[in-house]
Antibody
Framework: EVQLVESGGALVQPGGSLRLSCAAS????????MSWVRQAPGKGLEWVADIKEDGSDNYYLDSVKGRFTVSRDNAESSLYLQMNSLRVEDGAVYYC???????????????WGQGTMVTVSS | DIVMTQFPDSLAVSLGERATINCKSS????????????LAWYQQKPGQPPKLVIY???TRESGVPDRISGSGSGSDFTLTISSLQAEDVAVYYC?????????FGQGTKLEIK
């Protein structure tokens, strides 16, 4: 079964850091661009970051550039999001998502994890 | 950034009736070199992650019932549910993947009348 399982969400103070993880299974992780998408409570969806299948390229939402870093370990079939200098407005459910086909960036998201909750509050 | 606007924000339709959700992008999401519209639709039920239902503006994802269809090109798109079933109650989002940041519409809440 194709699956993405996120972990690492927590309550953190403004200015703090957090590292999210996503464990992939059931497909060849190393050939897919992967992304993070977030959803604040009761709000809509917001794409956060993309990373190329080999980790050599990435893209970020402007509001997280310089604060968030997306990375991956293909040997472990894992995706990560390092979040620094967290703001109240970063609080959301963070979803790990897969693109619909291998080796291509401009694609829809076909596989979603269940999400992990990040709360930023003092 | 490409702004995606959906309308209506909410919609109540009787069981068995047609539901139509519209989505407009602030610029075309049609790539002329391959004639594809970089537009997807997602369905999100309470407490669940979104589920892809339509991509390339009109391609139905595997397992999605054929009563759900997508249409449109350029900047104007429509998601249609031909005969509403109880399990279709959800929030629906359109999304462009033409260029990053990939942006979503604000969502349309579909309910039963």
């Amino acid at each position: 079964e194709v699956q993405l399982v996120e972990s690492g969400g927590a309550l953190v103070q403004p200015g703090g850091s957090l590292r999210l993880s996503c464990a992939a299974s059931g497909f060849t992780f190393s050939v897919y661009w992967m992304s993070w998408v977030r959803q604040a409570p009761g709000k809509g969806l917001e794409w956060v970051a993309d990373i190329k299948e080999d980790g050599s390229d990435n893209y970020y939402l402007d509001s997280v550039k310089g604060r968030f870093t997306v990375s991956r370990d293909n040997a472990e079939s894992s995706l990560y999001l390092q979040m620094n200098s967290l703001r109240v407005e970063d609080g959301a459910v963070y979803y790990c998502v897969r693109k619909t086909s291998a080796y291509d960036r401009l694609l829809a998201f076909d596989i979603w994890g269940q999400g992990t909750m990040v709360t930023v509050s003092s | 950034d490409i702004v995606m606007t959906q309308f209506p924000d909410s919609l109540a339709v009787s069981l068995g009736e047609r539901a139509t959700i519209n989505c407009k992008s602030s610029q075309s999401v049609l790539y002329s070199y391959n004639n594809k519209n970089y537009l997807a639709w997602y369905q999100q039920k309470p407490g669940q992650p979104p589920k892809l239902v339509i991509y390339w503006s009109s391609t139905r994802e595997s397992g999605v019932p054929d009563r759900i269809s997508g249409s449109g090109s350029g900047s104007d798109f429509t998601l249609t549910i031909s005969s509403l079933q109880a399990e279709d109650v959800a929030v629906y989002y359109c999304q462009q993947y033409y260029s990053s940041p990939y942006t979503f519409g604000q969502g349309t809440k579909l309910e039963i009348k």
